[in-house]
């Protein structure tokens, strides 16, 4: 089993950045897939962006291209989100997770095994 704990929420104005951080501990594997996610009040939880362990290929939604950047310490075990330019609809709840797929499954909540408790992101217009 291996835990995941998210840090560097927080609340910002509208055009700002954040950088997410998530530290993993525990059992790991020699290849898997970090992933973010989000979830707003009332909404499902969404795919933000991922990233492979071995060649650090990275994948992201269509609405953050361009603003976020997925990066990873594999030294550390940690997985970042840099988030800039941000906008108040990226307001949610963001989760790290770690899982195993490939392709379009890595879009999927269901194909993440382990999930961080969450940090909050408040982007105030």
């Known amino acids: 089993q291996v835990q995941l704990v998210e840090s560097g929420g927080g609340a910002v104005q509208a055009g700002g950045s954040l950088r997410l951080a998530c530290a993993a501990s525990?059992?790991?594997?020699?290849?898997?897939?970090m992933g973010w996610f989000r979830q707003a009040p009332g909404k499902e939880r969404e795919f933000v962006a991922a990233i492979r362990r071995i060649g650090r290929s990275t994948y992201y939604t269509e609405s953050v291209k361009g603003r976020f950047t997925i990066s990873s310490d594999n030294t550390k075990n940690t997985v970042y989100l840099q988030m800039n330019s941000l906008k108040p609809e990226d307001t949610a709840v963001y989760y790290c997770?770690?899982?195993?797929?490939?392709?379009?499954?890595?879009?999927?909540?269901?194909?993440?095994?382990?999930w961080g408790q969450g940090t909050q992101v408040t982007v105030s217009s």
């Open positions: 525990g059992r790991t594997f020699s290849d898997y897939v």
């Open positions: 997770a770690r899982g195993f797929a490939n392709g379009p499954d890595m879009l999927k909540p269901q194909a993440y095994d382990s």
